[in-house]
C-alpha cells in the first residue's frame, strides 16, 4: 500500500518578534554635592539643578519571524507620591527639600517629559532586524525644590524617591515589566540653609583717579584707595564665610583682581583689602567649607553684618600705561 501525505507548513508575515528591553546604568545614587539654600526661599522655589545622569534603555526584537520589526517601548518612571500641594515635587529625607525629576530621551516621541502626579510616559518607536541591539540613550536631570521651611544648620541628604521603571510594548500589549531603577533612593550631599541675604549686592566702586606718576615704583605699588563694604542681613545661628572670585579670571588665586574687558590701561590691577589690611585672594565661585582663599567673617548676628574692605590700584608686571581701568569680582558666602 502506497501511502502519501502532504505537509504545508505556513508563515505569517505579520507575526511579531517579542521587543526585550532593560536598564543600563542604573541604581544609581544621587550625590548632591553641597548646596546652599537662600535664606527665606518660598515653597516652590528650585534652588539647585544637577547635572543630568545618564542611562540606557536597551532594547532588542527576538523571536523568529518577521525578520525585521517595528514596535513602541512604553517606558513608564514613577516616584511615588507627591509633596501635599504639589504635583511634581517629591519628598527627601530633609523636612522642607524636595526634588523634581525630568526625563530626557531624543528618541522618544516626547523627547521630554517631567514626572508628575507619581508617573512620567515616554512613548519610543523601535526599528531593527532580530537580535540587533537598539539602544536609547536618556537622561534624568534633578532640581532641589523648597517645600516648606527649612531647619537651620548643616544638614546631610540621604535618600530621596527611588526613580522606578516600568515597561510596556506594542508587541504585548497589557504586560509589564518592572526594571532597575534609574536612582536607587539612596543619597549623599550637604545642604545648608544661609542664614544671611546680601544687601547691597551689586555695587559699582569708583576709585579715584591717580597719575601714572604714583605707581610709577616696582610691582605691588599701590595708589588711590576707596572704602567700601559689603552689608548682610543675618538670623543667629551659624559661622560666616566669603569668597571672592576674579569673574573676568576665575581660576585666579592671586591677590590682584585681572583687567575687564573695556579696560585700556596696562600695566594695572586692582587691589582689595580686608579691614586689618590683609590682601584678599581670590577663589573658586564656590560655598563649600575649605574652599581656596575662603576666609570666616565671624558668628552671623540676629540682625545686620557688614564686612568693610577697600580697593585700590596696584602695579603690575609689563608696560605701565594710563587709560580706564575696569574689574569685576563676584562672592560667595558659606554658612557653618
Not at 512613548?123 to 532580530?130: E, I, K, L, S
Not at 540682625?303 to 581701568?325: H, M, N
Request: proline fraction near 5%.
Amino acid at each position: 500500500m502506497l501511502i502519501a501525505g502532504l505537509i504545508i507548513a505556513c508563515f505569517s508575515t505579520s507575526a511579531h518578534a517579542l521587543l526585550a528591553c532593560n536598564i543600563t546604568n542604573g541604581n544609581q545614587t544621587f550625590a548632591a554635592g553641597y548646596i546652599s539654600i537662600p535664606r527665606n526661599a518660598s515653597p516652590g522655589q528650585g534652588v539647585a539643578t544637577l547635572p543630568p545622569a545618564s542611562f540606557v534603555m536597551d532594547c532588542n526584537f527576538n523571536g523568529y519571524a518577521p525578520l525585521t520589526n517595528t514596535g513602541v517601548l512604553i517606558s513608564i518612571f514613577k516616584a511615588g507620591t507627591p509633596v501635599a500641594g504639589m504635583t511634581d515635587v517629591y519628598p527627601t529625607n530633609i523636612s522642607g527639600l524636595g526634588v523634581r525629576y525630568t526625563v530626557t530621551a531624543n528618541q522618544c516621541n516626547e523627547k521630554t517629559v517631567i514626572v508628575t502626579n507619581g508617573t512620567g510616559t515616554l512613548h519610543c518607536t523601535m526599528n531593527g532586524a532580530q537580535g540587533v541591539d537598539l539602544p536609547i540613550p536618556a537622561t534624568v536631570t534633578t532640581q532641589l525644590v523648597v517645600t516648606g521651611a527649612v531647619t537651620a544648620g548643616v544638614l546631610a541628604l540621604t535618600s530621596i524617591p527611588k526613580l522606578n521603571v516600568d515597561y510596556q510594548t506594542s508587541v504585548e500589549p497589557g504586560n509589564t515589566w518592572s526594571q532597575t531603577p534609574v536612582y536607587s533612593g539612596t543619597a549623599t550631599g550637604t545642604i545648608r540653609q544661609q542664614s544671611c541675604s546680601v544687601v547691597n549686592s551689586a555695587q559699582a566702586i569708583t576709585l579715584p583717579t591717580v597719575t601714572t606718576r604714583s605707581l610709577a615704583g616696582s610691582a605691588g605699588t599701590v595708589a588711590g584707595s576707596k572704602e567700601f563694604s559689603v552689608d548682610l542681613s543675618c538670623a543667629a545661628g551659624a559661622q560666616v564665610s566669603i569668597t571672592f572670585t576674579d569673574a573676568t579670571n576665575p581660576a585666579n588665586t592671586s591677590t590682584v583682581l585681572g583687567l575687564a574687558a573695556g579696560s585700556t590701561a596696562t600695566g594695572v590691577g586692582i587691589e582689595l583689602r580686608r579691614v586689618n589690611d590683609a590682601k584678599v585672594a581670590y577663589g573658586p565661585d564656590s560655598a563649600a567649607p575649605g574652599t581656596t582663599s575662603q576666609w570666616l567673617v565671624g558668628a552671623a548676628p540676629n540682625g545686620a553684618l557688614s564686612i568693610p574692605l577697600s580697593a585700590r590700584y596696584v602695579r603690575t608686571t609689563g608696560t605701565l600705561a594710563s587709560g580706564l581701568v575696569k574689574a569685576l569680582a563676584t562672592f560667595t558666602m558659606s554658612y557653618n
